[in-house]
């Protein structure tokens, strides 16, 4: 059973995402927030595998608490939820950790699925919500990087491919391998480049050049990466 925390300020968003939760039988709220101050209580209380996130309460916001909740837990999984996907705080979750964000008006199967993926690590960012946030990072971020030496031939490939938005799943049909593999590459990835979420290392891997603005991948130099023992 996936245990999820719901912290929003609405009692009726709550109760209508209690509903649809529970309807789904493989999770169930294991707690309720009306601020990102309670959020943060119950995030460090309850241990959730979930918590969707709400960015626009009082006292605490959910982008404060965001950050909070990761500060003391990294591995937390925390799913934003928004009226307005172009919010500007949408942004500063994702970059603060946030897995990825939901549009309250999503229909009820694509929120279910959002937290069984998220309960499982999986990106909650459509590939188009996924140009915004790097096109916002990139132009924030200016500065040549290198590609680090630490990662494999097929790490730099996993990363390439997060970059381009695909699912663990997707990835593995690219690769020929199975979704286990690539998780594991992809934990790999994570902590060689000191990254929280995939939407993180998406930037990254525009950063690197592996990936084009229109979320191509870019033909390798003849001076690549390490290879695979």
């Not at 996936?2 to 300020?9: E, N, T």
């Not at 500063?92 to 959002?114: N, Q, S, T, W």
């Not at 916002?136 to 990662?151: F, H, N, T, Y």
């Not at 930037?203 to 229109?214: K, M, Q, T």
């Amino acid at each position: 059973m996936i245990r999820v925390l719901v912290a929003d300020d609405q009692a009726l968003v709550r109760a209508g995402v209690r509903m649809m939760l529970e309807a789904a039988g493989d999770t169930e709220i294991c707690g309720e927030a009306a601020d990102g101050a309670q959020a943060v209580h119950l995030a460090e209380r309850l241990l959730p595998d979930v918590i969707l996130m709400d960015l626009r309460m009082p006292r605490v916001d959910g982008l404060e608490a965001t950050r909070r909740i990761l500060a003391a837990r990294p591995s937390a999984r925390i799913v934003v939820l928004t009226t307005f996907a172009e919010d500007d705080n949408v942004y500063g979750a994702l970059r603060a950790g946030a897995l990825g964000f939901l549009v309250k008006d999503d229909a009820p199967e694509r929120i279910v699925d959002a937290v069984r993926r998220a309960a499982h690590g999986e990106p909650l960012l459509a590939p188009s919500v996924l140009r915004r946030v790097v096109e916002r990072a990139l132009a924030a971020e200016r500065e040549a990087v290198s590609l680090p030496r630490g990662l494999t031939e097929r790490e730099v490939q996993v990363l390439t491919l997060v970059g381009m938005g695909l699912s663990n799943a997707e990835i593995g049909e690219r690769l020929r391998v199975g979704v286990t593999t690539v998780k594991s590459h992809v934990a790999a990835v994570m902590e060689k480049l000191e990254l929280r979420n995939r939407t993180q290392a998406a930037v990254v891997a525009h950063r690197l050049g592996l990936v084009d603005a229109g979320f191509r991948p870019v033909p390798p130099s003849p001076a690549g990466p390490g290879k695979d023992a």
